[in-house]
């Protein structure tokens, strides 16, 4: 078990891509399958996950997120739901789908951390310049995206962890 809490820990966002540094298909395939085994309200998966690999589109989403190490990254993961097959709470109209797609998401990095590659959880895109750049319908949603790939060799990108103690997030009744 020692393991496990040496994993989650030791993930971290990665703002430092190598281009050039492709990923395996058979990595790439492992962290998508250990993604889709992903936990969702009432079992209902209500998502896709995009790989985005083309250089036109990696350009576009590019615009929509205009980091400049974001441009560094040559695989970008989207995650897209559909609020219309999600789970809702009959007692007050409550929909799962963002719970829904931030499990996915979790999945995604801590599968893509396994297979030693880097990811960033980004939400703060422009959705609409992601919404036209995907061609999405009106029924998807986009919730977060990742560039997936490798930390440059020699670049040190850990920030050290700030979280708040436990006294500040734990509350015992």
């Not at 993930?11 to 891509?17: G, I, Q």
Request: proline share 6%; hydrophobic share 40%.
């Amino acid at each position: 078990m020692e393991d496990y809490f040496n994993f989650v820990t030791s993930r971290y966002s990665v703002r430092s891509y190598d281009f050039d540094h492709q990923i395996s298909k058979e990595k790439l395939m492992r962290v998508l399958e250990t993604a889709r085994m992903a936990p969702s309200a009432a079992n209902r998966q209500p998502w896709k996950i995009m790989v985005i690999q083309s250089e036109i589109l990696l350009q576009k989403l590019h615009e929509a997120y205009p980091a400049p190490w974001f441009a560094q990254a040559n695989t970008v993961l989207v995650v897209k739901g559909y609020p219309d097959e999600a789970w809702t709470r009959n007692v007050d109209g409550y929909n799962s789908i963002e719970t829904d797609l931030s499990i996915l998401m979790t999945h995604l990095v801590q599968a893509a951390h396994a297979e030693s590659l880097s990811t960033c959880w980004i939400e703060a895109f422009d959705p609409e310049k992601l919404r036209e750049a995907l061609g999405l319908n009106p029924d998807e949603v986009v919730f977060a995206i990742t560039p997936l790939g490798y930390t440059p060799v020699g670049i040190k990108t850990v920030r050290p962890k700030s979280r708040k103690p436990l006294d500040e997030i734990v509350e015992w009744l």
